[in-house]
């Protein structure tokens, strides 16, 4: 692969997270308000699924010691570029700060299960239908 496509890949794999990202944490406050304010999409028995599924595997890759996997191909596909990390380019800057924190690994466990048991619990609050 030549090594512009693997970093235009790249970039178009850290959009991607960076979307996953904003469904995963902005769902459950719409949910949650939509529930109270009688909004029926926040209903949807697909897209609840789709959301607490995600979370759920977040948390268990974290437990499990392991990256997210959009991480791990995208720095694949990064070094196939020949880029050692993140080119300072304004859309990649602010990707990453928004994607990658400096943290200590048991942080990333703790958010993760607490905001999945919450994502569980809004299942509860405002239940997902059928159709």
């Known amino acids: 692969m030549p090594p512009a496509t693997a970093a235009h890949l790249a ?6 997270h960076a979307g996953v ?3 995963v944490v902005g769902l459950l406050p719409l949910v949650l308000i939509g529930g109270a304010r009688g909004w029926r999409w926040v209903h949807h028995r697909g897209l ?3 959301h607490l599924g995600l979370i759920l595997f977040i948390a268990a890759q974290t437990w ?3 990256l997210c996997p959009l991480t791990v191909w ?3 596909l990064r070094h196939l570029a020949g ?4 080119p300072e380019g304004f ?3 602010w990707l990453a700060r928004l994607l990658y924190w400096d943290a200590p690994w048991w942080v990333f466990e703790a958010a993760y299960t607490a905001y999945g048991l919450l994502v569980a619990v809004a299942w ?3 239940r997902p239908r059928s159709g």
Not at 83 to 86: I, L, M, P
């Open 11 to 16: 970039d178009a794999l850290m959009a991607l």
């Open 21 to 23: 990202v904003l469904f």
């Open 48 to 50: 609840r699924v789709t």
């Open 64 to 66: 499990l010691g392991q």
């Open 74 to 76: 995208e720095q694949d």
């Open 83 to 86: 880029q050692g990390g993140y």
């Open 91 to 93: 859309i990649e800057h």
């Open 124 to 126: 509860w609050w405002v």
